[in-house]
């Protein structure tokens, strides 16, 4: 079946770096888009970052634009996601997850396999 385990997580002073990393198995790996996600506590898990199969198209929310980079490397079955300036509302649990096909999907219904989740701690 397929597992998508993240790692990365942590605690972080604001203005820090994290680098998330999600390791998949189970299918074709670069057949799929991967998507990054979170979830605040009392809070809806919010589509973060998202990338087609080939890393060619991205997106991104609003609120991590220009200090989020969604990145995969095909050959090692892992999506990154690289968070530089950070700030406290980037506090959350972060999930990744597997696109229904190789297309960006904006909307969490594109997403059929869902990793763990990784605990991310942004200190003021």
């Known amino acids: 079946q397929v597992q998508l385990v993240e790692s990365g997580g942590g605690l972080v002073q604001a203005g820090g770096s994290l680098r998330l990393s999600c390791a998949a198995s189970g299918r074709t790996f670069s057949s799929y888009s991967m998507g990054w996600f979170r979830q605040a506590p009392g809070k809806e898990r919010e589509l973060v970052a998202a990338i087609n199969w080939s890393g060619g198209s991205t997106y991104y929310a609003d609120s991590v634009k220009v200090r989020f980079t969604i990145s995969r490397d095909n050959a090692k079955n892992t999506v990154y996601l690289q968070m530089n300036s950070l700030k406290p509302e980037d506090t959350a649990v972060y999930y990744c997850?597997?696109?229904?096909?190789?297309?960006?999907?904006?909307?969490?219904?594109?997403?059929?396999?869902w990793g763990q989740g990784t605990q991310v701690t942004v200190s003021s």
């Open positions: 997850a597997s696109g229904r096909s190789g297309f960006v999907y904006s909307h969490f219904q594109g997403y059929d396999y």
